[in-house]
Structures are given as C-alpha cells and as structure tokens.
T-cell receptor
C-alpha cells in the first residue's frame, strides 16, 4: 500500500542535541511538508518542498532544518536552537505543488519530548 | 496567523445524532478542505470543496461553503462512536497565492457517546 512512513514514533531529545525525524513516501508525490502540532492546536507549517533538491521555509522554520535529496525522503532536523521542541510532528505530501484542489496525505507523526 | 477557525472547540453528542462544525476564514480561497485526526494519529482527508461550489456530499458528510461570509460547515449525519476525533478545516490560497500551501484551523474535538 502507498503511504507516508514517519519514524520514530516517539523521540527524546537532550539539551543541546540535534535530532532528525524521518519521513518517507512511496506515493510518487512531488511536494512534501513538515508541520508542528501543539496540544489542542492546529498545524503550523515548518518547511515545505515543491520538488526534489528544493525546499522553502514555512511559518515557523527557526530552529529547524530539512533536506530533499531524494523524491521519496524529506527528513527534518530539530536543532539545539529550537528552544521549545516538545510537540507532535507531522509529515505530509501532495501530488504536485502549484496544483490547487488536491489533498495532502499525512504520516502518523513523531512525538518529540525533551529529557 | 491562523486562516481558519473552527467552532465549537468541542462537541459532545449521542450516537445517532447529527454533528455540525463550523469554520471561518479571513482571506479569499481557492478551496477549503476538511480533515479528521484520531488521537495520536495523522490527519486523514475527508472532503474538498472548491470556491465556486456551495455544497458537497460524501457518504454521511455534507459540507457547505459560503464565500460571501467566508465560512464553511461540516455536517456528519447519524454519528457513530467511531466518528470520535478532531476535525480540522484547511484553506488553500491565502488571497490567491501560495497554491499547495494549506493553512489549518485549530480544530473541533468531537466526542460521540455510544
């Protein structure tokens, strides 16, 4: 079955440590997204990628970094500069950027906590 | 800033009743989408309504869109305990730009009691 796989499901970060969240899709989608969700809140866009080897900052990019070296992979690194990283992180994809009227497909998230 | 805002924040009903959730937004849109999120899981796309449509149905779901009032509603008929989840609206196109970039509301938590 096609879909988006996020790993790990739970992740703990120590002070001053960078951690990387994995996101892999086999839907052959061009566009991929990373969102942050805080308790009782909606989703906020961290980074997005329209196509391989390209990515853009979203609304809350500070303290995060991404890469898009392969079409199917869009890893997110939470750096030590992100002072409040505890949240639920969701990765999503869509067929193509620039096409309106298309849904986004989501993985099941990674819950990040500080030790 | 949040484009969509859902109302109510929480809704509790009995199985078999209808559930209505509302979403308001601020700028012009290309389309509005509704998503469902079960606790601890990712979002699942439910339905998309384009800016030139007024109503759309999918199974027990009915979505309306009023662009003059910048609002949408999601109606779930004959609710089931399995419908218990958070429901989010999302808009695409903040003023006609940013195709592909969705802006999500804060969600309505629906609880359906058996």
């Amino acid at each position: 079955d096609g879909g988006i796989t996020q790993s790990p499901k739970y992740l703990f970060r120590k002070e001053g440590q960078n951690v990387t969240l994995s996101c892999e899709q086999n839907l052959n989608h061009d566009a991929m997204y990373w969102y942050r969700q805080d308790p009782g809140q909606g989703l906020r866009l961290i980074y997005y990628s329209q196509i391989v080897n390209d990515f853009q900052k979203g609304d809350i990019a500070e303290g995060y970094s991404v890469s898009r070296e392969k079409k199917e992979s869009f890893p997110l690194t939470v750096t030590s500069a992100q002072k409040n990283p505890t949240a639920f992180y969701l990765c999503a994809s869509s067929i193509s950027w620039g096409w309106s009227n298309q849904p986004q497909h989501f993985g099941d998230g990674t819950r990040l906590s500080i030790l | 800033s949040q484009q969509g805002e859902e109302d109510p924040q929480a809704l509790s009903i009995q199985e078999g009743e209808n559930a209505t959730m509302n979403c308001s937004y601020k700028t012009s849109i290309n389309n509005l989408q509704w998503y469902r999120q079960n606790s601890g899981r990712g979002l699942v796309h439910l339905i998309l309504i384009r800016s030139n449509e007024r109503e759309k149905h999918s199974g027990r779901l009915r979505v309306t869109l009023d662009t003059s009032k910048k609002s949408s509603s999601l109606l779930i008929t004959a609710s089931r305990a399995a419908d218990t989840a958070s429901y989010f609206c999302a808009t695409d196109g903040d003023g006609g730009t940013s195709y592909g970039k969705l802006t999500f509301g804060q969600g309505t938590i629906l609880t359906v009691h058996p």
